[in-house]
Structures are given as structure tokens and as C-alpha cells.
């Protein structure tokens, strides 16, 4: 991103601005992130996000006004609720946005997971051996499950899940017991759940802080007829690509069949093909003994024009080119794990605790709302906010009018003391009428 602080000043004064706009003192009281004596704490987020844009770890960033240990302990916290500062703050920037993006545009959530590697760890809590599914190989680490929000233009990451695994065999790192009623426990237990699962409680705690997003887009990961149906139930459509398994079996034309046998009959059947896609034909899947249309659209592999892909959506309706132009934003997201891991530190931390693993993902989240809200800013003139709506409120026709009858007194006044004839000034003035608009010559005439 072209928009990262290079200097202290800069970023100190992005932080205020980010933090008057989503009211950060009040989001840090509702998620529970309290202090009574010492350090304010929006100093030391502020301290922290810092490092975080310098690519400094805490133990070699320095501080003035504090010890890095009341930094630590401020992450540390397991009564803070990370979680649900992140999506305070994203409800805030979304408000924001929204007074610049026309009501027609579809808002979209989108599903993805990361990588968060920590291999040389052994004493990291929770730490595991997750799978890589672009390198098909275990690495040790965490998947970082995240959801984001998107109107087409900007990316705001509004929750997140520090995924482990329940499988002892996978378990590397420390495994702690906490009270099951505590909100630490409660986080921990979530990070041993099946991601489809946690995935939906993204779904839900996004939804539930008002987010109004109709759609849920995903990868063939999160794709299945159950993740289809289980979003319905929320009125939520999913768009998502489908694998090409013969495990996953629909109904098309009263025939049991998968996605590759029903692809082989549309070629066939000699279907016309279109310009920006294959076939589009409505299927429907069996779900828990409840019949659930779904549209899918083959569309052509791009670099490889002899394979397809496999989109797939409940919204039925929807032409297949938006489908297409809807699953194409999936990849901001790519784009927010590219500039987490470049810039934002996105795993190269040292904190070994659970809580302040997620407090760190906090700030890495929080981070880039800062460059989102820059880049709106900065690409986007109607967020110069007051100035914008000044210059867009109608001037009253009166006040107009009285200026162009002093302009044209002041000209006359000059022209005067220039000892310049009245017949050439009646005709500069004729000539000057002339070229006004109509609208402006009935002004002037009410003003005379």
C-alpha cells in the first residue's frame, strides 16, 4: 500500500484522526479494555501500532513514558475482549463509508484463513501443526480464520479467530486450563472447534453488531452444501467456488449427478456458451432432507482455457456476470493477508501467550483499518467530509444575484474612472449578458 506512515508525526496524527472518527475510548471500554491507574490505554495502542508500522518488536522498540512491560501486560490481559474491538471499530469506519458509497452497492462479507507460522516456537500456548493448503504440507503455527467487509472499493477486516487444533496428536505448544466461564476460556475453546463452525460465529457476531451485508463470499474451502444452507437460515446468500469432488452430489433435471458428470452433459448438449462464461444451470442439493436451489455458473480457467471453474450461489436470481464480478472480490482479502505479512507484522511476534497472540492480531487488524481509511481518503474526494457537503449545498439564488449586480457595479465604477465611453460599456455589458445562461439573466434581473 502507498499510503503506510514513514514518520512519527504523520502516524501520530493518522492514529487521532482514526481514533476520533471510530470514538476509540468508548469502543476500548465496551470490549472491556480498562485500566484505572497509570498509562492511558489509547497511549499504548498507540505505542504498539507504532512499532508495528516501524517493524520494531516490543522487546526493541523503545519507550519514554512507560515500561514495555505495562505494554505486555496490557496485551496479555485475558479479560480483554480483542474480538469485539475490532468489530466495534470496523461497525464505526463502516458508518463512515457508507455516506459515500451509493445505497445500490451490494455489500459483501468475505471468508478466508492464513497462515501464522511460528516455527522454531515449542512453548507458544495453543501452539499446533496446521496444514498449508497451497503448499499441502504441516507447518507449525495457527490458521488465522478472518472476516471482512467489503462495498467493492475498501477491505475492513471486522473479526477474527486464532485457529489450533483438537487432535492431540497435532498439539505442540502449551494447552492451559481456565474457568469455563470466563472469556479466556471461552477463546480457547473456540480455537479447537472445526473452522466451517467458527466461521459462522464470525458470520453471526458480524451480523449481530449490525453489519447489514447480504452477501457471504468464500473459496472452495468453506464451499458445501451445509455452509449454503446453515447461511440461508441467517438470510444470508453465499457465493462461493465449488471442487470438483464426486463426494458433493445435486439434482439437475431429476438425475443424481456431480459437478464434473453435469459439466460433461452441458458439453454434450452443445449449450451455446457465452461471451464471459460457460453454462449457468439452477441445481438442487439435499440438505438434511430439505431441497435447496443453487446456481452455478462454469466459467473458464484463466491461463488454461481447457479446464473451468465452478461458481456457486443460493441468490438464484442474480445474473451469472454479477455472480462473477461479486466472487471476484473475494481476492481483497488476499490483498489484506499480502500487506499484513509485508508491513503490519503480521507473525513475526514474540508473545507466547494465547491473549496476547490475539492482541497482537488486534493491532495487526487495527493497522490496516488506518491504511484503508487513508486510502479512501486519499482516492475518494467526497471524503474531504464538511468542505465536500459545503461545496455541494445549493447557493441561495439571492445572495448570487447581488453578487453578479456588484460585479457589474464594480465594473462600471472602473470603467468611469477610466473615462471609458457609455456606449462602449453598454456594449461590453450587452455582449457579457449574452453570454450568461438563462437562469443567471433571470437572477440578475431580480436583483435589479
Given at each position: 500500500m502507498s499510503n503506510i506512515p514513514h514518520s512519527t508525526s504523520d502516524f501520530h496524527y493518522s492514529f487521532k484522526h482514526?481514533?476520533?472518527?471510530?470514538?476509540?475510548?468508548?469502543?476500548?471500554?465496551?470490549?472491556?479494555?480498562?485500566?484505572?491507574?497509570?498509562?492511558?490505554?489509547?497511549?499504548?495502542?498507540?505505542?504498539?501500532l507504532s512499532t508495528i508500522f516501524h517493524r520494531y518488536s516490543i522487546f526493541r522498540a523503545t519507550a519514554t513514558d512507560f515500561s514495555k512491560k505495562t505494554a505486555r501486560n496490557c496485551l496479555n490481559d485475558p479479560r480483554t475482549?480483542?474480538?469485539?474491538?475490532?468489530?466495534?471499530?470496523?461497525?464505526?469506519?463502516?458508518?463512515?463509508?457508507?455516506?459515500?458509497t451509493d445505497s445500490r452497492r451490494r455489500q459483501a462479507l468475505i471468508l478466508d484463513d492464513s497462515l501464522f507460522k511460528r516455527?522454531?516456537?515449542?512453548?507458544?500456548?495453543?501452539?499446533?501443526?496446521?496444514?498449508?493448503?497451497d503448499k499441502q504440507v504441516y507447518f507449525k503455527g495457527f490458521r488465522t480464520l478472518t472476516l471482512g467487509w467489503s462495498d467493492g472499493n475498501t477491505f475492513l477486516p471486522i473479526r477474527f479467530a486464532l485457529m489450533s487444533s483438537s487432535n492431540p496428536k497435532n498439539q505442540v505448544g502449551i494447552f492451559k486450563k481456565f474457568d469455563c466461564r470466563t472469556l479466556a476460556a471461552r477463546r480457547r475453546a473456540q480455537a479447537q472447534r472445526k473452522?466451517?463452525?467458527?466461521?459462522?460465529?464470525?458470520?453471526?457476531?458480524?451480523?449481530?453488531?449490525g453489519i447489514k451485508a447480504r452477501y457471504v463470499l468464500f473459496d472452495s474451502w468453506f464451499t458445501s452444501p451445509h455452509m449454503f444452507a446453515e447461511l440461508l437460515k441467517r438470510g444470508r446468500y453465499g457465493i462461493g467456488m465449488l471442487k470438483k469432488s464426486k463426494k458433493v452430489y445435486f439434482r439437475y433435471r431429476g438425475r443424481q449427478m456431480d459437478v464434473k458428470t453435469l459439466y460433461n452433459q452441458l458439453r454434450r448438449s452443445k449449450w451455446p456458451t457465452k461471451a464471459h462464461y460457460l453454462y449457468s444451470p439452477i441445481v438442487t442439493f439435499d440438505v438434511e432432507g430439505q431441497l435447496m436451489p443453487v446456481k452455478l455458473v462454469f466459467v473458464?480457467?484463466?491461463?488454461?482455457?481447457?479446464?473451468?471453474?465452478?461458481?456457486?450461489?443460493?441468490?438464484?436470481?442474480?445474473?451469472?456476470?454479477?455472480?462473477?464480478q461479486m466472487y471476484a472480490r473475494r481476492w481483497q482479502i488476499e490483498g489484506y493477508f499480502k500487506v499484513a505479512k509485508q508491513y503490519l507484522q503480521f507473525d513475526k511476534t514474540q508473545i507466547q501467550s494465547y491473549d496476547g497472540l490475539c492482541g497482537h492480531m488486534a493491532l495487526v487488524l487495527m493497522g490496516y483499518d488506518i491504511l484503508a481509511l487513508a486510502q479512501r481518503e486519499n482516492q475518494d474526494d467526497r471524503t474531504f467530509g464538511g468542505i465536500f457537503f459545503e461545496y455541494s449545498r445549493p447557493l441561495p439564488e439571492i445572495s448570487f444575484a447581488n453578487a453578479l449586480d456588484w460585479l457589474m457595479k464594480t465594473l462600471t465604477g472602473i470603467a468611469k474612472k477610466h473615462d471609458m465611453s457609455e456606449t462602449l460599456l453598454n456594449m461590453i455589458f450587452d455582449e457579457f449578458i449574452k453570454a450568461l445562461p438563462s437562469n443567471l439573466v433571470r437572477l440578475l434581473g431580480k436583483a435589479q
Amino acid at each position: 500500500m502507498s499510503n503506510i506512515p514513514h514518520s512519527t508525526s504523520d502516524f501520530h496524527y493518522s492514529f487521532k484522526h482514526f481514533s476520533k472518527l471510530v470514538q476509540l475510548p468508548v469502543a476500548l471500554r465496551r470490549a472491556n479494555v480498562l485500566k484505572t491507574k497509570g498509562t492511558p490505554v489509547p497511549i499504548l495502542l498507540e505505542w504498539l501500532l507504532s512499532t508495528i508500522f516501524h517493524r520494531y518488536s516490543i522487546f526493541r522498540a523503545t519507550a519514554t513514558d512507560f515500561s514495555k512491560k505495562t505494554a505486555r501486560n496490557c496485551l496479555n490481559d485475558p479479560r480483554t475482549n480483542w474480538q469485539r474491538l475490532v468489530t466495534l471499530l470496523a461497525v464505526r469506519l463502516i458508518q463512515y463509508v457508507h455516506h459515500f458509497t451509493d445505497s445500490r452497492r451490494r455489500q459483501a462479507l468475505i471468508l478466508d484463513d492464513s497462515l501464522f507460522k511460528r516455527e522454531f516456537s515449542k512453548k507458544t500456548e495453543l501452539l499446533a501443526r496446521v496444514f498449508d493448503h497451497d503448499k499441502q504440507v504441516y507447518f507449525k503455527g495457527f490458521r488465522t480464520l478472518t472476516l471482512g467487509w467489503s462495498d467493492g472499493n475498501t477491505f475492513l477486516p471486522i473479526r477474527f479467530a486464532l485457529m489450533s487444533s483438537s487432535n492431540p496428536k497435532n498439539q505442540v505448544g502449551i494447552f492451559k486450563k481456565f474457568d469455563c466461564r470466563t472469556l479466556a476460556a471461552r477463546r480457547r475453546a473456540q480455537a479447537q472447534r472445526k473452522m466451517n463452525d467458527v466461521a459462522l460465529e464470525l458470520v453471526d457476531a458480524a451480523v449481530g453488531a449490525g453489519i447489514k451485508a447480504r452477501y457471504v463470499l468464500f473459496d472452495s474451502w468453506f464451499t458445501s452444501p451445509h455452509m449454503f444452507a446453515e447461511l440461508l437460515k441467517r438470510g444470508r446468500y453465499g457465493i462461493g467456488m465449488l471442487k470438483k469432488s464426486k463426494k458433493v452430489y445435486f439434482r439437475y433435471r431429476g438425475r443424481q449427478m456431480d459437478v464434473k458428470t453435469l459439466y460433461n452433459q452441458l458439453r454434450r448438449s452443445k449449450w451455446p456458451t457465452k461471451a464471459h462464461y460457460l453454462y449457468s444451470p439452477i441445481v438442487t442439493f439435499d440438505v438434511e432432507g430439505q431441497l435447496m436451489p443453487v446456481k452455478l455458473v462454469f466459467v473458464i480457467k484463466r491461463g488454461h482455457p481447457n479446464d473451468y471453474l465452478v461458481l456457486g450461489t443460493t441468490k438464484t436470481n442474480l445474473h451469472p456476470q454479477e455472480i462473477i464480478q461479486m466472487y471476484a472480490r473475494r481476492w481483497q482479502i488476499e490483498g489484506y493477508f499480502k500487506v499484513a505479512k509485508q508491513y503490519l507484522q503480521f507473525d513475526k511476534t514474540q508473545i507466547q501467550s494465547y491473549d496476547g497472540l490475539c492482541g497482537h492480531m488486534a493491532l495487526v487488524l487495527m493497522g490496516y483499518d488506518i491504511l484503508a481509511l487513508a486510502q479512501r481518503e486519499n482516492q475518494d474526494d467526497r471524503t474531504f467530509g464538511g468542505i465536500f457537503f459545503e461545496y455541494s449545498r445549493p447557493l441561495p439564488e439571492i445572495s448570487f444575484a447581488n453578487a453578479l449586480d456588484w460585479l457589474m457595479k464594480t465594473l462600471t465604477g472602473i470603467a468611469k474612472k477610466h473615462d471609458m465611453s457609455e456606449t462602449l460599456l453598454n456594449m461590453i455589458f450587452d455582449e457579457f449578458i449574452k453570454a450568461l445562461p438563462s437562469n443567471l439573466v433571470r437572477l440578475l434581473g431580480k436583483a435589479q
